[in-house]
């Protein structure tokens, strides 16, 4: 969190008490790790929101966050599941609170927003929300992404308990303690749990705290989830998860053919198998290098794809189910090299180069990727040099600049030839008795 003040009773012991020349940017480079938390593997609803927020999940496509978290262009953040790697979705709308106004003392009493995603979040459960009024005492738990102090460093999730202090008409504080976990920087837009029925539920939102964060003083201040229900119920709509089974599974993949390892021609058919008992499949897509190439609704799932040059490609088959999980298969092609330099061809595909000129395989050139001995580079390709057809002289660097110590080799035998000769004539001239 940035400087605002957060409520009139936590008047100098908060976020800077000059709040009067704040803007939202300024917010959105120091928001509010779970400093003396433990590191978290659980809690797989809970995410990053954009680039240094915390936000829930309490939606198939739905996340509850701090609306100082949502950017000045109101651009929607994405939501980054890291429970299992990390699986990034798209937002598609962020709504803030109506009233809220972050130059305001009391901004915290508001700071509450809801993002929609562009897809349903596939393998997590979304964490139901308790309307109940908090109460003073109540153990609760803090989850977030912070970073403890103002290290830089990058969060990551952590989560610890602490004790509800005081209770506001819209936010509710916790007391920090010495050594006990608290809200840093990037935890703004985290849950705050409590144990309910069937597990737990969220009853409030992350905004704001003292800075220092580590200091051991001071508030962690939260937005009530029961004083902005009609908000959040009216935002989320029918997505707003209530309890029960839901289909969140997705479907499982497998690419059939081309075997791994395989090696095919440009010009191939890529087949997968796509299974969902739950809800079925509702269609498959085929993405090469990141761009959607084709879809079917019913199996076989085979599609033909044509037209690739000579290089390996990242292949995913994606398999989307009636409660739109989505299930993904992914596997490196590469296509077969084609026939080298020279070889004859009658098609461009058949060559290594994918270049076909003059029934010979050629390649492409420049002045700093020239061209093979017996060749010119002409409009940028390797043209066999006139007379340079058939025989050594048109096999690429089969030149004089190769034959050149092969004919010096030659010329010295001659000459050392003609010298041991001469010497022989001499010495039968001087071994000739005298007359």
């Not at 940035?2 to 908060?14: A, G, K």
């Not at 201040?221 to 908000?231: E, I, L, Q, T």
């Not at 050629?362 to 002409?378: H, I, N, R, V, W």
Request: hydrophobic letters at 35%; one cysteine or more.
């Amino acid at each position: 969190m940035s400087r605002p003040l957060i409520s009139t009773f936590v008047l100098s012991l908060l976020l800077g008490a000059c709040g009067a020349d704040l803007d939202h940017a300024q917010l959105g480079r120091r928001r509010v790790a779970v400093a003396f938390g433990e590191p978290d593997t659980g809690h797989r609803s809970v995410g990053v929101v954009g680039n240094g927020c915390t936000g829930t999940l309490i939606g198939r496509r739905t996340v509850l966050t701090a609306g100082h978290c949502i950017p000045d262009s109101g651009a929607a953040p994405a939501f980054t599941v890291t429970t299992d790697g990390n699986e990034r979705y798209e937002g598609a709308s962020a709504v803030l609170h109506p009233q809220i106004d972050l130059g305001a003392q009391n901004f915290s009493d508001f700071d509450i927003a809801i993002v929609r995603l562009q897809r349903p979040v596939s393998g997590v459960v979304p964490t139901q929300l308790s309307f109940d009024p908090p109460l003073p005492g109540t153990t609760v738990t803090l989850v977030g992404y912070g970073i403890p102090g103002d290290s830089g460093l990058p969060g990551f999730k952590r989560t610890g308990q602490a004790r509800l202090s005081q209770v506001d008409t819209y936010v509710f504080l916790h007391s920090r303690e010495p050594a006990r976990p608290t809200i840093c920087s990037g935890d703004s837009g985290g849950p705050v749990l409590v144990d309910g029925a069937g597990g737990e539920r969220v009853i409030g939102v992350n905004s704001a705290g003292t800075v220092p964060c580590d200091s051991g003083f001071g508030y962690g201040v939260h937005v009530r989830v029961d004083a902005h229900r009609a908000f959040i119920e009216k935002e989320a709509g029918a997505d707003l998860y209530t309890g029960g089974a839901i289909d969140i599974d997705a479907p499982e993949v497998t690419i059939t053919s081309p075997a791994a390892g395989a090696r095919p021609e440009p010009s191939f058919t890529l087949e997968a198998d796509a299974v969902d008992a739950a809800s079925g499949i509702t269609r498959v897509e085929l993405w090469i290098e990141g761009t959607r190439q084709g879809e079917l609704s019913a199996a076989p799932y085979r599609f033909e794809v044509s037209g690739l040059e000579r290089r390996c490609y990242d292949v995913e088959v994606r398999a989307v189910d009636g409660a739109e999980n989505v299930g993904r298969a992914t596997r490196q092609i590469c296509i077969a090299d084609g026939d080298p330099f020279g070889a004859p061809c009658q098609a461009d595909a058949t060559c290594g180069s994918g270049l076909c000129l003059g029934g010979a395989c050629s390649q492409a050139c420049t002045s700093l990727k020239p061209c093979p001995e017996g060749y010119d580079c002409t409009s940028n390709q390797c043209v066999a040099q006139p007379g340079a057809g058939g025989g050594c002289a048109a096999a690429p660097g089969a030149g004089v600049g190769r034959l050149l110590p092969l004919l010096l080799l030659s010329l010295l035998s001659l000459l050392s030839l003609a010298f041991r000769r001469r010497l022989r004539r001499r010495c039968q001239t001087a071994a000739r008795p005298r007359r």
